[in-house]
């Protein structure tokens, strides 16, 4: 919203291509929105595919056969695609009841939904904080929150000073000691139990390198996950936009390595909703052959501040049993990756087709990054190229007909 | 709004998704796995992880997360 | 003299089928490759075994005689791959007399070839358009998953003391060895397995040959029951293949594989290594695909893959050795057959580098051939 209604402002004709069908994405969700009355808005809109700055949308219900297909030439692209919950495997995290932090907080959100009764929320992050006060809100009992790192080193790091950030953090906390939510550091949902639901969990204290000390369990019938984030790269990757630590490279205007597309937000690295909107007013107004006066350095350091005392350690690996899903689409097991490995399954293609992980419906969105670190422990030599993990030139599924249908060109306004 | 869901009329508010809907008749889970027969319902909510599939109007492969429901519909689950 | 030490240059399917060809021979084998293991052309193809699609002559003789071997080879290496003999079913939407023609010259040729009409197509592709006029059966037709098979090839090299090296580039070939990114790998004998990056890597090993890129792009459906029982063609298949044109070519490939997808191909094009995704020819191959099989209208398409085939201005594979440069063979130019024709290339690759008595003429597929020298 914040590079539309930029773009607008300095001139341009500004469409919005939008998934959802109301403004404001996932983190405004059921707070009404508006944008400049001269971007035009497409709502319930995908971008399937990219050919070059040629964007090619689908327009109607999620996944219906019956959607418009449209095609717009731009002289100019900005990618805000967002992120979604990264989950690390672990036993029965594929159990009826086992959400992501983000599944609860939509629910909660737009749904008026507790996803469950008696909560536990699980990962690294302080996205836990507000989740865990969402699901409070719509009824849940949330038993407490865990949080894999120590979680406070942040809060001296020097290049924290962010005053409203840490104001809206310190009042997730407050809220959290006002609503009797304990947060338990240091500690992590290593297992989910249950036949076809979730009905209790086993809680790890973990070392420093998330290694498991000791556990309790404890009965549930909801757990929320989440351990950080992992941006949705498909469409960037299909432009050609060079990645940089697992984002899109962008220059201090937002510019991506390919002329005329710029990328904004969590794709750029995970910062937050500020910082989204920031970058999304700077990429833009440059798309738009501007410039704007935001600054985005205390920002970008303090959201670099946050993510460094919310890593995600390698001792997750060890939460896994043989039989434990890694890729859920295909059920690919633990064992089976590890049967890939000892071929010698280096490359993002070859693991993908002797394991079969990342061949499903998600195409590797919820898995990849989590096999190819599994894989890249057991190989002496991994190849494990980032633009391979999100290589998805058909980004979001279309149906036979529809593809057989889809308009090629941009068709004459009437 | 009307809609049915395996065969069965329900009252639905606007705005609702199939998740939605579903998960407020206490059905957490509604489909299963190719391979392992496993159940399966939401997971992450914001239709990226494909795990909560089902049929709207004959139509296989829908994401009940993502699909807002509108009057008529008939959704099946597996 | 005793046998050489082999280098193999590139890890897909004809590498891997070359040495183990060779290591089953006795000799001490290493594979290089500047990436991983099979994850170049043998990654993005739809593991095609097929006699269908070739016309009587040398190319038919290598598939006969590789549809021969495949299994025979899957029981050496001992790992499921997939393998699933379900024949081809070629049908044709317009006059059916080509069609038919085409199978009686096959059939000469020892191709098993047998014209069956609209009902008996309609009884084993129930799903088939109604519009088919004649069909085609190719009971010997098969597929597999390559990258399955190359692994397993591979993993029969290692187990017989052979030397596996992802990540190591081949920068040249003399006296010594195969000098590479990683020290001069000693041998006496190279083995250009490259595919189509086969003529770039021929002039770094000092005998250039004429191999170029033409892509072709594959669409995956979401899983689904199963509804397609045969690799199934339209008749337009096989002028595809025969052809050097550099625009735009598709036939319809439908098939399921084993995993529950079902793959629609094939598109050719020249368009060197470009890997951008053209709308333009997955709509064709939509097109096509729903005009087939029309129940596939409201299935989902959840991923397209394309790759690089390996062709000689002939159309024909390149096997032998260089007679420019001394040890150095070649093994390419497979187009979109490697996989069918993988075990008789090893094999033929081989024996003529072992002084073995050939199982196929080695003639037609020599390296000095007209166009092939570049």
């Known amino acids: 919203m914040a590079a539309a209604n930029a773009a607008a402002r300095a001139g341009a004709e500004v469409v919005l291509v939008d998934g959802e069908p109301t403004l404001g994405g996932q983190y405004y969700r059921g707070t009404p929105q508006r944008v400049d009355p001269a971007v035009e808005h497409l709502a319930e809109s995908a ?104 979680g406070t080193g942040w809060l001296r790091h020097p290049r924290a000073a962010n005053p409203g950030k840490m104001a809206e953090l310190a009042h997730y906390a407050g809220m959290l000691l006002k609503l009797r939510v304990p947060l338990w550091r240091k500690t992590a949902v290593v297992a989910a139990h249950g036949t076809d639901r979730v009905t209790a969990v086993t809680i790890a204290r973990l070392n ?79 798309a738009a052959g501007s410039e704007s006066t935001k600054s985005l350095t205390g920002a970008r350091r303090f959201a670099a501040a946050l993510a460094d005392a919310h890593p995600i350690k390698p001792g997750w690996q060890t939460w896994l049993t ?44 919820m898995c990849g990054r989590n096999a190819t670190e599994l894989a890249a422990t057991r190989l002496d030599q991994a190849f494990f190229d980032e633009a391979a993990l999100h290589r998805r030139p058909i980004a979001t599924p279309i149906r036979l007909s529809e593809l057989a249908e889809t308009p090629l060109e941009p068709q004459e306004d009437p | 709004m009307k809609v049915t869901i395996d065969g069965v009329e329900h009252t639905v508010e606007p705005g609702q998704t199939v998740a939605g809907a579903l998960l407020r008749l206490g059905r957490i889970s509604w489909r299963t796995t190719r391979n392992a027969d496993r159940p399966r319902g ?13 049929e709207v109007n004959g139509v296989p492969d829908v994401r009940a997360c993502q699909r807002l429901l509108v009057d008529g519909d008939a959704v099946g689950t597996s | 003299m005793g046998l050489p030490d082999v280098v193999v240059v590139g890890a897909g399917v004809i590498g891997a089928a070359c040495a183990e060809a060779l290591s089953a021979a006795g000799l001490r084998v290493t594979v290089l490759d500047r990436g991983p293991l099979a994850a170049g052309t043998s990654a993005a193809g739809e593991g095609n075994v097929l006699v269908s699609d070739k016309e009587p002559g040398p190319e038919l003789d290598l598939a006969l005689a590789s549809l021969a071997r495949w299994p025979e080879l899957l029981d050496r290496v001992g790992h499921d791959v997939e393998w699933d003999p379900k024949g081809g079913l070629v049908v044709a939407t317009g006059d059916p007399s080509l069609l038919a023609g085409f199978a009686a010259h096959q059939r000469a040729a020892g191709v098993d ?15 088939l358009t109604r519009r ?5 059966h190719y009971p010997q037709d098969a597929q597999l998953q390559p990258v399955l098979a190359t692994t397993a090839l591979l993993d029969a090299v290692r187990k017989r003391g052979g030397v596996l090296r992802p990540g190591v580039t ?135 893959y394309g790759g690089f085939r390996p062709y000689a201005p002939d159309h024909l594979p390149v096997i032998g050795a260089d007679p420019r440069v001394p040890g150095l063979w070649h093994a390419t130019g497979h187009e979109g057959a490697g996989i069918g024709l993988a075990p008789a290339t090893g094999a033929l690759l081989a024996e003529l580098l072992t002084g073995a008595r050939p ?12 166009g092939v020298l570049a």
């Open chain 1, 322 to 365: 043989p039989e434990t899903l890694v890729c859920r689409c295909e059920e690919v097991t633990y064992q089976a990756l590890c049967a890939a490995t000892d071929l010698d399954a280096a490359g993002v293609r070859t693991l993908k087709l002797t394991s079969r992980v990342g061949l499903g419906l998600c195409q590797g969105r």
């Open chain 2, 42 to 54: 939401v997971f992450c909510g914001i239709g990226v992880c494909f795990d909560c599939l089902v």
């Open chain 1, 208 to 286: 420093p390198d998330w290694t498991i000390r000791a556990t309790r369990r404890i009965e549930v019938d909801a757990v929320c996950v989440g351990h950080g984030f992992t941006p949705r790269l498909e469409l960037a990757v299909a432009a050609g936009c060079a990645l940089k630590d697992g984002f899109v490279a962008v220059d201090e205007r937002g510019a991506t390595s390919v002329p005329g597309v710029y990328a904004a937000g969590e794709i750029t690295g995970i910062g937050g909703a500020d910082l989204a909107a920031a970058e999304g007013e700077v990429a833009g107004a440059a």
């Open chain 3, 170 to 304: 081949a920068l040249g070939f003399g006296p010594d060895g195969v000098r590479t990114s990683d020290g001069v790998v000693p041998c006496g004998a190279v083995v250009n397995a490259c595919g189509p990056w086969s003529g770039a890597v021929s002039r770094a090993l000092g005998a250039p040959i004429d191999i170029q890129p033409r892509r072709g792009m594959v669409l995956v459906t979401a899983p689904m029951p199963h509804t397609v029982r045969h690799k199934v063609y339209d008749a337009d298949y096989v002028g595809a293949v025969a052809s050097g044109d550099a625009d735009l070519q598709t036939s319809t490939v439908v098939e399921s594989t084993a995993a529950g997808t079902v793959l629609i191909g094939s598109s050719r094009e020249r368009v060197g290594f470009d890997e951008s995704i053209r709308v333009r020819v997955l709509r064709e191959l939509a097109r096509k695909a729903v005009a087939l099989f029309p129940g596939l209208a409201d299935v989902p398409v959840m991923r397209a």
């Open chain 1, 47 to 150: 971008v399937w595919a990219m050919e070059g700055l040629r964007l090619h949308i689908r327009t109607g219900a999620a996944d219906s056969p019956h959607r418009t297909g449209t095609v717009v030439d731009a002289d100019a692209v900005v990618l805000a695609t967002g992120a979604h919950d990264r989950v690390v495997p672990f036993p029965g995290w594929d159990l009826p009841g086992v959400y992501t932090a983000g599944a609860a907080q939509t629910l909660a959100k737009s749904q008026g939904i507790a996803v469950g009764a008696r909560v536990v929320v699980s990962g690294t992050g302080p996205f836990l904080l507000p989740v865990a006060e969402s699901l409070v809100k719509v009824g849940a009992r949330v038993l407490g929150v865990c949080e894999a790192n120590s």
């Open chain 3, 113 to 127: 070839a047998r014209l069956i009409g609209p009902a008996e197509a309609f009884e084993r592709e129930p799903q």
């Open chain 3, 132 to 136: 088919v006029t004649t069909a085609v």
């Open chain 3, 359 to 370: 199982h196929v003429d080695p003639q037609p597929f020599r390296v000095d051939r007209p």
